[in-house]
């Protein structure tokens, strides 16, 4: 019996075409891109465990497990909250999904990969905080929603975890897989004006 290889799709494959669109002139406003091949695990903690959180951070490689409100580390492996003493570990392609992760916390806690279930878009640019905006009730001025600063919310209606990524003028969306569609959608309609440029994925 011959085996058959299955090949990772994203969600965007239908709608995602790289270059400009909208406003044609001067530079874009935005620029975005999908994340793909990210390793999206979400560690859901039992019962209070003093010693669980820094065990997590040291698995995952970053410094100490987030506050509420913050993510720890950067593109290639972070952690994030995602609910009362529930973290969503993000790593690279190349680091897996940490299966061992369920196995050192098994009894502790679920550790649920999510890889395929969700999409993750990132935004930069000059006029990346005034898109946003037009779909979000979070102030995202920098002096309250900062670098690394990490939050559960809606954008364009659609349920979000937005995070401000370290530098300037830069974030991320992370949804459901299923909501992928109407988000890009929105996004890059909220961007026609100010001109978007979508670049090829990584």
Known sequence: MNSIAIERRSALAGV?????HGHAQGEPGIRVRER???????????????ALPAEIATRVG????????????????SIRPAGPRTWLVVLGAKDGA???LAVAL??????TDLSHARTAIAIKGPAARDV???GTS????????????????????????????????????????????????????AGRSVGVEVLSRK
């Open 98 to 100: 940490l299966p061992e």
């Open 36 to 50: 793909r091949g990210l390793s999206i695990v979400q560690v859901a903690a039992f019962a209070h465990d003093t």
């Open 138 to 189: 979070i102030d995202l001025h920098p002096g309250v929603f900062g670098a690394n600063a990490c939050v559960q919310t809606r954008c364009g209606h659609i349920g979000v975890t937005l995070t401000r990524l370290a530098g300037d003028d830069a974030y991320e969306l992370m949804c459901y897989r299923g909501y992928a569609v109407s988000l890009w959608e929105w996004l890059l309609a």
């Open 106 to 111: 098994a009894g502790r806690a679920v550790v």
């Open 16 to 20: 995602y075409h790289v270059g400009r």
């Open 132 to 134: 946003l905006a037009q």
């Open 62 to 77: 970053v410094d100490a497990i987030p506050s509420a409100g913050h993510v720890v580390g950067d593109e290639a492996r």
